[in-house]
């Protein structure tokens, strides 16, 4: 019997698309705020809406011009390569153009890899949307399909969804039983500052990516991730069009937070080309996290108590009382370079986030990991069970903070813990993976992180024992990590304000750096 049927008969999975019911008509009451209406409450024609202005709404058509196989509920079991198909339609019957976004509602996958991906296609244009982009796995409600659609006054589009499974060359047994389910919502797009943001400088987002362990070794683009503050955007790979040239130095874009500002790692006192080692690309080498390494506190930004007590309980060891080593360096450098130099109102306020969540062996697959967080228990903290240092759990980085006390802030004491004195920190763990390092321990030269001299993170990893460990980008690109008391080099991090930004002009090359 041949091989490859072999594989697909042992391999079907069952996929379930349902009927568009979570798709709402769109109204604008009294001209500033919205109202939903679901589909399976509308009668045969729209229903009306008046506001003082304008009138505003989307009908959404169930099987447009398409076969009846395509309509209602579709339910099949699909072998790798196979695909289904669901037909819609969105017509605005109101008298003000809308711009809305297509979501999954209701969505469910229990694939365990990344083998289901979406094609959406403008079937009255014969435009392609998006094309191979992954599913995304488990439980969501609200990712978006694409955002940012326009609807016209008095247009209909055709719209095609495409879920194909896709035929690797490995075995695909994992997913035999796998399901998946899911429902199209359509919502009113409301611009978020971020995408405020992005607009101004002149970019795209090439929408959700739920796979990381491998690294990116092209120019990829930006795509987006939520945050703490709402949708942010990160830059992945080789990417040439992140510089910004302010104070006087060059950086690298890392994202754009979701509160509008733009985060950004520095880079030197001259533009600096991917794949470049220099020292120039660093404010200082050889400096060590933290001196003391014989205690879980050491693996903070700042930690408690102060000196060489050892900390007896986790919330001790949290507790933001003394600077690292490394926290004094970048202090000293943003006073000088940006505060004293007048260049501090530009700087946001926007949190930095060291996560010392202790999540414990079940998720980190580290079997001496006590979960504990003190004194000389083993622990691994929050980022290494993202990154696939010793589980098996595909990489999922994350730019939420789980803790309040971790997400530290200078005034900010809503979203933050107010301990900063400057809004100055490092890169964390999850921006390095999201930035196309790759799982834990892979090599990447390529992507615009790489610089040859290792240099630290923000995010702790392990106490093992014998000593504290925080991860950082090595010599070879590879997310890694290492004993605070090693000597790695060190790139501030800071957010420029959303409104800062507007001010910025140029296209984020070498030669045309982003600047005021």
Not at 280 to 302: C, E, H, L, P, S
Not at 337 to 349: F, T
Not at 428 to 446: F, H, L, M, P, R
Not at 470 to 486: C, D, I, K, W
Request: charged residues 20%.
């Amino acid at each position: 019997m041949d091989i490859d049927n072999i594989k697909k008969s042992n391999n079907k999975t069952k996929l379930v698309t349902g009927t568009v019911l979570g798709v709402t008509v769109l109204l604008v009451v009294l001209a500033v705020s919205y109202a939903f209406l679901p589909t399976d409450n509308l009668p045969v024609e729209p229903v009306d809406a008046t506001a003082s202005t304008a009138e505003l709404k989307l009908r959404y058509t169930d099987c447009a011009n398409e076969d009846a196989s395509t309509c209602g509920d579709i339910a099949a079991e699909l072998a790798p390569g196979d695909s289904m198909t669901k037909v819609f339609s969105i017509s605005n019957v109101g008298t003000v153009d809308i711009k809305y976004d297509i979501y999954f509602r209701e969505l469910m996958s229990t694939f365990v890899n990344e083998e289901l991906v979406y094609k959406l296609e403008d079937l009255t244009s014969n435009e392609v949307i998006v094309e191979g982009t992954a599913v995304p796995n488990g439980t969501n409600d609200g990712l978006p399909l694409k955002n940012s659609l326009v609807a016209k006054v008095g247009t209909t589009v055709l719209y095609k969804l495409t879920i194909t499974y896709l035929d690797k060359d490995y075995n695909q047994t994992a997913n035999r039983n796998a399901e998946f389910s899911m429902k199209v919502g359509i919502r009113e797009h409301v611009t978020s500052p971020s995408e405020k943001t992005l607009t101004a400088l002149g970019l795209e987002s090439n929408g959700v990516r739920t796979e990381f362990d491998e690294p990116a070794t092209t120019d990829e683009g930006i795509f987006e991730m939520e945050d703490d503050y709402g949708k942010s955007y990160y830059y992945r790979g080789a990417v040439t069009n992140n510089y910004v040239k302010f104070a006087g130095f060059y950086w690298r874009i890392i994202r754009v937070n979701g509160d509008g500002s733009l985060r950004i790692i520095y880079d030197g006192t001259q533009a600096h080309a991917n794949e470049t080692n220099n020292a120039d690309r660093f404010i200082k080498t050889g400096q060590a996290y933290n001196t003391n390494y014989n205690d879980n506190k050491y693996v903070g930004w700042m930690y408690g108590p102060a000196g060489t007590t050892a900390s007896t309980s986790k919330e001790q060891a949290q507790t933001n009382t003394a600077d690292s080593d490394i926290k004094g360096v970048v202090d000293a450098w943003y006073k000088t370079n940006i505060e004293d130099a007048g260049y501090g109102n530009a700087v946001s306020d926007t949190l930095f986030c060291i996560d010392r969540s202790t999540p414990g062996k079940a998720s980190t697959g580290w079997s001496s990991d006590t979960g504990l967080g003190y004194g000389t228990q083993y622990t691994a903290y929050g980022a290494t069970a993202r990154t696939r240092v010793w589980n098996s759990v595909a990489s999922a980085p994350t730019f939420k903070c789980l803790q309040k006390n971790d997400a530290f802030t200078v005034n900010d004491t809503s979203k933050g813990n107010g301990a900063l004195t400057y809004p100055v920190g490092l890169i964390t763990a999850d921006e390095i993976v999201a930035a196309g390092s790759g799982k834990y321990n892979t090599n990447n030269t390529s992507y615009y992180l790489y610089r040859g001299s290792w240099y630290w993170s923000l995010s702790p990893s392990v106490f093992n024992g014998s000593y504290s460990g925080v991860f950082l980008v090595n010599t070879s690109g590879q997310l890694y990590y290492y004993a605070v008391s090693g000597g790695g080099a060190v790139a501030p991090v800071i957010n420029l304000s959303a409104e800062y930004v507007k001010t910025l002009r140029g296209t984020g090359t070498t030669t045309d750096p982003y600047q005021a």
